[in-house]
């Protein structure tokens, strides 16, 4: 078997690869690079198919990775993220295990790093529903909400945004119904949201 072309792809960093003249895929130059694949080269086919296993793997990893460098995610939205570009389960199971080794997936601080931020503008159980789906453990979830999570934070947001709706509102019976929906739409418990409309009243 002979390397027939090795043809670069846009201004990338993958190749298409030909071999006796059949398309036999799009691979990684790092991974072409590491053996010195050259046209005209010949190989054989098991060395042909460990090319074709090394790639994926790299190509799954070094998407993995790209996806993480533009902000944090959780393991199953990495997951989610590989799977929807057809990279196989193998390839997937890989480069979730390698990029946890590395600290680039951390489902823990994923959590606690999800929570101050949207504290500020969610109640606890908007902010536990959306890390639930977002594939993380509930006893991580339950943790991080634990650590970061006050009464009185809680209280302080849920005012803020009450404060900052009821402009718009007359404290009726009709827009207090609606402050209230309002709040509990943000994922605001009812003990919470009702101090905050008694803190509006006065």
């Known amino acids: 078997?002979?390397?027939?072309?090795?043809?670069?792809?846009?201004?990338?960093?993958?190749?298409?690869?030909?071999?006796?003249?059949?398309?036999?895929?799009?691979?990684?130059?790092?991974?072409?690079?590491?053996?010195?694949?050259?046209?005209?080269?010949e190989i054989d086919e098991?060395?042909?198919?460990?090319?074709?296993?090394?790639?994926g793997d790299f190509a799954c990893f070094d998407r993995g990775l790209g996806l993480l460098e533009r902000g944090m995610k959780s393991q199953k939205q990495v997951e989610d993220y590989l799977k929807g570009k057809g990279y196989p389960n193998t390839c997937i199971e890989k480069a979730v295990k390698k990029l946890a080794e590395y600290g680039y997936i951390n489902d823990e601080a994923y959590a606690r790093e999800y929570v101050r931020l949207y504290s500020q503008k969610d109640g606890k159980r908007k902010i536990e529903f959306a890390l639930k789906n977002k594939g993380v453990d509930e006893e991580i979830i339950l943790q991080s909400l634990e650590e970061i999570l006050t009464e009185e934070s809680q209280d302080e947001t849920c005012f803020n945004l009450a404060k900052k709706k009821a402009k718009n509102l007359e404290l009726d019976a009709k827009g207090k119904q609606k402050l209230y929906s309002y709040l509990a739409g943000k994922g605001f418990d009812f003990e919470t949201i009702k101090r905050a409309v008694n803190q509006l009243e006065e």
């Open 46 to 55: 098991d060395f042909l198919n460990s090319l074709k296993i090394e790639n």
């Open 1 to 41: 078997m002979q390397i027939t072309e090795i043809t670069k792809i846009g201004k990338g960093i993958r190749y298409k690869l030909e071999v006796d003249y059949n398309f036999e895929g799009v691979f990684e130059a790092e991974v072409l690079a590491r053996y010195n694949l050259k046209t005209g080269q």
